[in-house]
């Protein structure tokens, strides 16, 4: 039987992807699975602190192995900015909003290097373990794509020409950053 991983999350596009990149070693599921609506007050100050709020909120509702995340662009030009504000940086969860905002404080900066950086944590019944991943890459001055989500459109991984959402979201699970923390997630898990 096939265990079962509780994402501290209500988006379903983080759902997919995660379950994607775990392929059938796990069963995935997310808050809206277990009918809970409550909305996680995300109030750390660090990637690691919102991570462990969100999969000790699951945990504590379920008693289920569950795995919250925290994930953010870092832009070395804005002294890390967006950072752990990253989905609400110009508005909740507004991302066309937020990219427009990050294009514009940016406007007329050469140095766009940028990260994304996702941090899990995982609760269960044995204690607290972080995962974290980079994928480090520049900012476009234009949104390209149509896939993906969040900042993808404005991000170009180093190595590559095209922007996250210019990927097939295969290629992106190759070298994602949530990738990267899920990697070691698996290898935790197998040992």
């Keep these: 039987m096939k265990k079962e991983i509780l994402i501290a999350t209500h988006n379903t596009h983080k759902k997919e992807e995660i379950q994607q990149i775990l392929g059938d070693k796990f069963t995935v599921t997310s808050l809206t699975d277990y009918d809970i609506h409550d909305e996680i007050v995300e109030d750390g100050s660090s990637f690691h602190?919102?991570?462990?709020?969100?999969?000790?909120?699951?945990?504590?509702k379920t008693g289920k192995p569950s795995?919250?995340?925290?994930?953010?662009?870092?832009?070395?030009?804005?002294?890390?900015?967006?950072?752990?504000?990253?989905?609400?940086?110009?508005?909740?969860?507004?991302?066309?909003?937020?990219?427009?905002?990050?294009?514009?404080?940016?406007?007329?900066?050469?140095?766009?290097k940028a990260y994304f950086v996702t941090?899990?944590?995982?609760?269960?019944?044995?204690?607290?373990?972080?995962?974290?991943?980079?994928?480090?890459?520049?900012?476009?001055?234009?949104?390209?794509?149509?896939?993906?989500?969040?900042?993808?459109?404005?991000?170009?991984?180093?190595?590559?020409?095209?922007?996250?959402?210019q990927m097939r979201a295969e290629d992106k699970n190759k070298i994602s950053h949530r990738k990267k923390a899920i990697e070691q997630f698996l290898r935790f898990m197998e040992n």
Excluded: W
Aim: hydrophobic share 35%; with cysteine.
């Design 119 to 165: 941090v899990m944590c995982l609760v269960d019944e044995f204690g607290t373990n972080y995962f974290e991943g980079r994928v480090y890459g520049h900012l476009t001055k234009e949104i390209r794509g149509e896939k993906g989500f969040g900042y993808d459109p404005i991000f170009i991984p180093d190595n590559h020409e095209i922007t996250f959402a």
């Design 49 to 60: 602190a919102n991570a462990l709020i969100k999969a000790q909120y699951c945990f504590d």
């Design 67 to 112: 795995l919250g995340d925290d994930s953010g662009l870092v832009v070395e030009a804005l002294d890390g900015r967006p950072g752990i504000y990253s989905a609400r940086y110009a508005g909740n969860h507004d991302f066309a909003k937020n990219m427009a905002k990050v294009l514009e404080e940016l406007d007329g900066i050469e140095n766009r």
